[in-house]
């Protein structure tokens, strides 16, 4: 096995350590909200008229889709969040250290989909507690998880986008 062989798994460990620290972020700020807001239904005005916090649930996926609430659906999501956190882990282990960009948009997709996939097993749906509104417009409930997901998705498209603009490598 050669040096760059092994240079390429090295760093790889501290991506999966932070993203074990977004898990435990997340799964920390949901705790908080389902012992402090879900008892009583309370909203903790953060920017009144614009942000808020509230407990939600959502068995579906992102805008509320699919949120059926059956067990099937339940486990299928669940299915599709493990094979998902399986594939990225997978393309994040072997992802050349050079490409930093898209280790930390794996980074920050692998923390946020194993955050949210915890909440399927524990409490049979997402936790969302981020509540963004102005005047009539409300924007659907989210969580720390989600926001990870949805910054590593911006950062793939960066990163994929990056890539076409990129002039080839071509030897002479």
Known sequence: MGTSDAGRREPSC????????LVVL???????????LRPTDTIIRVIPGCFQLRYAEN???????????T??????????????AVGVGLY??????????LRWTLTCLLGGILGNAIDRVVH??????????WGAW????FNLADSCITVGAVMLALDTFGELWRPSRTET
């Open 14 to 21: 501290r991506h999966f350590l932070v993203a074990g620290g």
């Open 59 to 69: 068995p579906g996926i992102a805008f509320s889709l699919l949120d059926s609430g």
């Open 138 to 141: 409300h924007f659907p409930t």
């Open 71 to 84: 067990p099937a659906m339940r486990l299928t999501l669940l299915v599709v969040a493990i094979c998902a």
């Open 92 to 101: 994040l282990w072997w992802t050349p250290a050079d490409r930093r960009l």
């Open 26 to 36: 997340d799964q920390a700020s949901k705790l908080w909200v389902y012992w402090a």
């Open 124 to 133: 049979g749906a997402v936790i969302d507690f981020l509540d963004f509104h």
